[in-house]
C-alpha cells in the first residue's frame, strides 16, 4: 500500500505561481511512476503531468507545456508540481497519483494509489 498526501493548493492571481507538493509513504517511493491530475466542476480528471521512478523523464498535457513542471525526491518521498503563468482554467482539484507500471502513462485507470487533492482556485 501506498498513501499519498498533497499539500500547497490556495487561491492565486492570474499570472501567478503555485508549488504543490505530494508525500508518499508506505511501499518504497522510489519505485514508482507519479503523476499529477486535475479535475474541475463537471469534467472529468485529466492529466497534467508525469515523471519516471528515477525522475530522468518527465512528460505533459498540452495545456501544461512550458508552464508548469513536475519533480521528484526520492529521498524525501516527495513529488512537486511547480506551476508558472497561471490562469483562471487551471482552476481544479489536483491529485498526486502512482502506480508500478512503466512507460508515458496518462490514463486514471493506469493508476493504483491516489491521493485526497488539493484546491488550487487562480482568480482573474
Known amino acids: 500500500q501506498v498513501q499519498l498526501v498533497e499539500s500547497g493548493g490556495g487561491l492565486v492571481q492570474a499570472g501567478g505561481s503555485l508549488r504543490l507538493s505530494c508525500v508518499a509513504s508506505g511501499r518504497t517511493f522510489s519505485i514508482y511512476t507519479m503523476a499529477w491530475f486535475r479535475q474541475s466542476p463537471g469534467k472529468e480528471r485529466e492529466f497534467v503531468a508525469g515523471i519516471t521512478r528515477s525522475g530522468g523523464s518527465t512528460w505533459y498535457a498540452d495545456s501544461a507545456k512550458g508552464r508548469f513542471t513536475i519533480s521528484r525526491d526520492n529521498v524525501k518521498n516527495t513529488v512537486y508540481l511547480q506551476m508558472n503563468s497561471l490562469k483562471p482554467e487551471d482552476t481544479a482539484v489536483y491529485y498526486c497519483?502512482?502506480?508500478?507500471?512503466?512507460?508515458?502513462?496518462?490514463?486514471?485507470?493506469?493508476?493504483?494509489?491516489w491521493g485526497q487533492g488539493t484546491q488550487v482556485t487562480v482568480s482573474s
Open positions: 497519483a502512482t502506480g508500478s507500471r512503466a512507460g508515458a502513462l496518462r490514463s486514471t485507470t493506469q493508476y493504483d494509489y
